[in-house]
Structure formats: C-alpha cells, structure tokens
C-alpha cells in the first residue's frame, strides 16, 4: 500500500527534476526581431485598408454614375397602332424593337416581370392557333382575327417593355 508520504516523496521527486532556470519564450534578439516586425505588418494593413477603401470608393462613383443615368437612354419603341400598316407590319416592327432589348435585366421588379411572362405566353398560345389554323386551312377571317390578337398582344408587350427600360434606366 501506498502511504501519503510515499505519494509526497513522489512528487518532491518531480519536482526537483524540473529544471531550475524556467526557459524563457525567447531571448533578447528575438524580442528585437519582433518589434521591428510589428510596424512592417502595421503598414501593410495600412495599405490594404487603403486600398480596399479607394475599391469603395470606385464603387460608390460607379453606383452614382448609374443612378443619375449616365448610361445609354433607352431607344423609342416603334408606333404601335398605325392607321396604314396591317397588323403584321406592325408586328413585325414591333417584334424587332423587341428583339434588341435584353432578354432578362439586371433588376426587375415582379409585377412587370410577371405581366410580361402572361403576354408572351398568351402570344405563344397565339401562335400556336395561328399555326394548326393555317395547317387546317381555317377561314381567312378566323386567322385574321388570330392575328390581330397577336398584334395586339406584342403591342402590349411592347408598352410594358419599354416602361420597363424607362424605370430600369431612371435607377
């Protein structure tokens, strides 16, 4: 059995095994090395804070360029209702003003998005029944009608497009 004094011996033992002189984290010359160090790292997060500020910076006079609209003015779009054209000339006008808008912009907003979804749907839907109409050689006043409802419905695409590029341009 082990006595408290043998346990006490075991630990006095431990202990003068220790050295006598604690070693230091280090010496004179590595504290030097150090503190010099400390100013050099200083400055380099100087440089970074200073460049990540001249980043915002550019940022910031990009955001306030496009804001007060120095980019392009969004294009007129063609006349959607002209008393001499026919519907497909009206469409076919309108139609290419269209085509050289963006597909998708940057920023939208849902309720345009989501009127602009319906009417190129229902002009899909259009199509389709101007196609199986004219496969099955419907009467001509049947497609008419289907053509004057598609041009009707680009018409409408086009207003809600272009008050799009209004809004998307005046932000």
Known sequence: MHTELEQQQAVARALRELPDDGARPYDWREFQRRAHAGPAAGARVARMRALAAVVVVGLAVMATAIRLGAGPRPQRPPATVAAQ???????????????????????????????????????????????????????????????????????????VRYAETLANATR
Request: net charge negative; no cysteine; aromatic share 2%.
């Open 85 to 159: 054209a026919t519907p497909a000339e009206d469409d076919s006008a309108a139609e290419q003003w269209l085509e050289t808008l963006p597909r998708e912009p940057a920023l939208v907003r849902v309720g345009t998005r989501a009127a602009i979804a319906t009417l190129e749907d229902h002009i899909a839907q259009v199509d389709d029944l101007l196609s199986s109409e004219s496969a099955s050689r419907a009467p001509a006043a049947r497609v008419n009608a289907l053509q004057q409802e598609r041009a009707q419905l680009v018409n409408s695409l086009v207003q």
